[in-house]
């Protein structure tokens, strides 16, 4: 198993027009790169370590069984992203963009030619649909847990929130959904001092705690009885405030841009026709929201399979307490459990077969 790689993809133009020069998308594999192909992209600031808690001999995303391959977001800090690069101001990602740039990788570089399967968590999930609209033939399965295909107006407004408190640190006001921070008057980008890094991050931190995990996660007194922090101020300093130092301001701001505008109507042959991307969804779908998510709720992912053509989409939501964090990234072991019996039975029901067809999945 080699460690975190990059592919080269050259000046990689994008939706808006905008490109980034001289990009390039950071990945991972596990496994034989004969086995059947799993793509499984990475999430809202996390790392592509932050997405092996699901893979091993003891998970379902065996590197035995499966050739995995875990693609990072530009802006995530391994692919092309603010912090490592110089890129002033960084352009505008979309979920369209990723993942053009991950079938590159995928196909070109690294041969396959047809996947098993895609999956991800949370934006990892808005990926999944992406690659399920963009390249509907590509894979066999697809299965989006805690996310969505189109980031709803409640969604954008969560993010509003966090946004504002990190930009307010440099005295900046939000533009709007899907905006940059207002700058003054012929002020094209505006640096971070470290007191407004630490100031904003810790904000930042603060602001999304009241929304990763439900209401009854805290009723419970989970933060305490589970994770083993000693009251919940402890946990908002040492688990919300510690995550967010840990990030780069530009970077967070960079793919929050591309949950906001996450849409994956807004390609062709579909033009913002959020019914005719669902419809033309061809994969096995198995669509995983968690019941007490805050922001991305099982109404949402009733809608989406709702609009799938009859027969493709299913939908059936973690039994937990856990909120979002139900998803990932595998601190609540039940919910781990339960995903993963979850990806035996979609992947399970044909495994012999899958196996025996591998030779479909990877160019010669």
């Not at 505008?92 to 399967?117: C, M, W």
């Not at 993010?159 to 959904?177: C, D, I, T």
């Not at 603060?206 to 946990?235: C, H, I, M, N, P």
């Amino acid at each position: 198993m080699a460690g975190v790689q990059t592919y080269e993809l050259g000046d990689w133009k994008l939706q808006s027009g905008q490109s980034i020069p001289a990009a390039k998308i950071a990945y991972k594999t596990f496994g034989d790169s004969k086995s059947p192909p799993i793509i499984y992209p990475s999430w809202y600031s996390g790392s592509i370590g932050d997405n092996e808690w699901l893979i091993g001999e003891d998970h379902v995303l065996d590197p035995k069984k499966y050739f995995i391959v875990i693609t990072a977001l530009f802006g995530n800090g391994q692919s092309t992203s603010p912090s490592n690069s110089d890129i002033r101001p960084f352009p505008r990602v979309t979920f369209y963009d990723n993942v053009r740039a991950q079938y590159k990788l995928v196909t070109e570089h690294l041969g396959i030619k047809h996947a098993r399967a895609v999956l991800g968590w949370s934006m990892g999930a808005g990926q999944t649909y992406q690659w399920a609209t963009s390249y509907p033939d590509f894979m066999d399965i697809c299965v989006p847990f805690c996310g969505s295909a189109k980031t709803s107006l409640h969604n954008q407004v969560f993010l509003e929130g966090v946004k504002s408190a990190l930009l307010a640190a440099r005295k900046n006001s939000s533009g709007g959904s899907c905006e940059d921070g207002i700058l003054s008057q012929g002020e094209k980008y505006r640096t971070w001092t470290a007191e407004e890094k630490e100031v904003g991050l810790k904000a930042f931190g603060r602001g999304y705690a009241g929304w990763g995990f439900s209401q009854a996660f805290y009723r419970e007194k989970l933060y305490e009885t589970v994770l083993g922090f000693k009251d919940l101020e402890d946990f908002m300093k040492n688990f919300w405030e510690t995550w967010a130092l840990s990030k780069d301001p530009e970077n967070l701001l960079v793919m929050l841009y591309t949950w906001q505008a996450g849409d994956c109507s807004k390609q062709a042959p579909y033009d913002g026709d959020f019914r005719a991307a669902m419809q033309a969804i061809k994969a096995k779908t198995l669509v995983l929201p968690c019941q007490t998510d805050l922001y991305f709720p099982p109404e949402d992912s009733e809608i989406e399979v709702a609009n799938m053509k009859e027969g493709v989409g299913k939908m059936e939501a973690f039994p937990s307490i856990w909120g979002h964090w139900a998803g990932g990234p595998g601190d609540s072991k039940k919910d781990v459990e339960w995903l993963d019996n979850k990806l035996r039975e979609i992947l399970g029901d044909d495994e012999e077969l899958a196996t025996k067809m591998a030779s479909a999945y990877v160019s010669a």
